[in-house]
T-cell receptor, first 113, second 116 residues
């Protein structure tokens, strides 16, 4: 079983729609959860982090965490073509001294005009 | 220079060559990381340095040798690489505090390595 699982996509949504990206993780003791965005040929950049159950909103982005279900998601409202990128889910577990990030393979998002 | 910088941005080398990748962070962080990113695979953590001490070696072959002379600089020395080592090598840094549950890592632009 992969430690962090994401659907590789591509996920295609029309401009203005809500994009929903999902991630599951296997380490029940995981503490912190991150969403990175990576444009083609570029390095990952952090867009959201969450470590408490529930929702966290930042502009058009909402991260949702459910530790009981070991599930974290990212919602992008009013999707724009500039949101087209690969979204990486990353998790900090209980091992590794607290700063070891385990990444999923990423979900490719395409926002179409 | 700001953020995390990496040099060179592109590197082509033969299997018998020796080369080094350099990373520098200008953020005052105390932890630095090397990652490997191959097509269709998750980002793979290779090495972690906290306060210049190596705290993680993720079963990386000995043909990759890291060096962290101070908290701002990180090197990855390469020798006798294989074609399957061709990938994007990313450096990252973070500020590791006592509350270790939060760890925002900032990435450099990466070095695109091709091994012939």
């Amino acid at each position: 079983q992969k430690e962090v699982e994401q659907n590789s996509g591509p996920l295609s949504v029309p401009e203005g729609a809500i994009a929903s990206l999902n991630c599951t993780y296997s380490d029940r003791g995981s503490q912190s959860f991150f969403w990175y965005r990576q444009y083609s040929g570029k390095s990952p950049e952090l867009i959201m982090f969450i470590y408490s159950n529930g929702d966290k909103e930042d502009g058009r982005f909402t991260a949702q965490l459910n530790k009981a279900s070991q599930y974290v998601s990212l919602l992008i409202r009013d999707s724009q073509p500039s949101d087209s990128a690969t979204y990486l889910c990353a998790v900090v577990g209980v091992t590794g001294g607290g700063n070891k990030l385990t990444f999923g393979t990423g979900t490719q998002l395409k926002v179409e005009l | 220079e700001t953020g995390v910088t990496q040099t060179p941005r592109h590197l082509v080398m033969g299997m018998t060559n020796k080369k080094s990748l350099k990373c520098e962070q200008h953020l005052g962080h105390n932890a630095m990381y090397w990652y490997k990113q191959s097509a269709k695979k998750p980002l793979e953590l290779m090495f972690v340095y906290n306060f210049k001490e190596q705290t993680e070696n993720n079963s990386v072959p000995s043909r990759f040798s890291p060096e962290c002379p101070n908290s701002s600089h990180l090197f990855l020395h390469l020798h006798t690489l294989q074609p399957e080592d061709s990938a994007l090598y990313l450096c990252a840094s973070s500020q590791r505090g006592r509350a270790s549950s939060y760890n925002e890592q900032f990435f450099g632009p990466g070095t695109r390595l091709t091994v012939l």
